[in-house]
């Protein structure tokens, strides 16, 4: 299969064109990085001035979604240890977190000295979640682009939840572990408002509810929520306008008692989910879901082009694949 000569796209990634040096249209409008840094220091400065603004009434600054990863886990340290925000870290259980995560999650808000609460929903509804996204018929064509429609699925709890918990607690601030791939610089500051969040129930709220009941509307926001506009916090994810190293960020969080789960892919470090998702993603589309998030990496210098490659052909642990089949009854 054809591929980005300059990043990791293929040529059946949606969209994608390719001119005749063999360089694809994303690369070729790629502005370099002497931009990229320029943005990147716009957005740290706009933080840094909004945390001078918006001062938290409550007991905390900030509700970060912690996932017991290795990228959520430095950013958990970020927000204490760099700005020394008041953090609440809050974690979704989706019935597939490794052991050694659990531990890990322990070992770095100990460390770390923050608050931290755990969500786990009822596993058979997730259970029917999962297994109809594997169909790959939940959400438009555009969700398939940047994450499997399991990750999307998982994610738009995640986002759901938090929000929720952060209007209830009058916490001003959301912050994610996500990595500049996976998010650009300029959404890395996102005030959320009702209309935009009603405006996507249709995409995310809809599709669920209809195939896991109405138990799901509980987990969405309801009109409590929606009366109180002035309480929507801001999203952050600080890892893209701060410097990405993968290998100062591992020397970091191993400090903080971090370890790597066995049996994982080499594109998660905290989920047995994410490789049946891959698999389930790349044979119903035909290419790897992080294929997107990894070429950015690439293509920003975070990561080489061969390491980029190296990950979109893993195929991930298959003793792994076949426990989550398993447990969902696929």
Known sequence: MKICKSCVLPVNFPHITFASDGACN????????????RLKKEYKDKFELLLKKIASKGAYDILVCYSGGKDSTYVLSVFKEMYGLKILAFTFDNGFIPERTFIN???AIE??????????????????????????????MKAMERASLICTSCIGLVKYTALKLAIEKEI????FGWSPGQAPVTSS?????????KSM??????????????EMEGYFLNERHYSKPDKFPIYIHPLAFLKYDEKAILN????????????????????YLNSFANAAHKRRYGFHPYVFEIAALVREGCMSREEGLRRIRNTGDRKTIEMVKRRLAI
Do not use: Q
Request: net charge positive.
């Open 189 to 197: 500051i996102l005030k959320i408002n009702p209309r935009m969040v």
């Open 252 to 271: 970091k969080v191993k400090k903080l008692g971090w370890i790597e789960p066995r049996g994982l892919d080499l594109n998660s470090t905290n989920c």
């Open 201 to 214: 129930e249709d995409v995310i709220k809809r599709p669920i509810v209809e195939v896991a009941g109405k």
């Open 111 to 140: 460390r770390l000295d923050v608050d931290h609460i755990f969500f786990k929903p009822r596993f058979n509804l997730l259970k029917k979640i999962f297994r109809e996204a594997v169909k790959g018929f939940l959400y438009p």
């Open 105 to 107: 999650i322990r070992n």
């Open 172 to 175: 001003p601030f959301v912050g």
């Open 26 to 37: 994303l690369c070729r409008s790629y502005k370099g990085s002497s931009e990229a840094g």
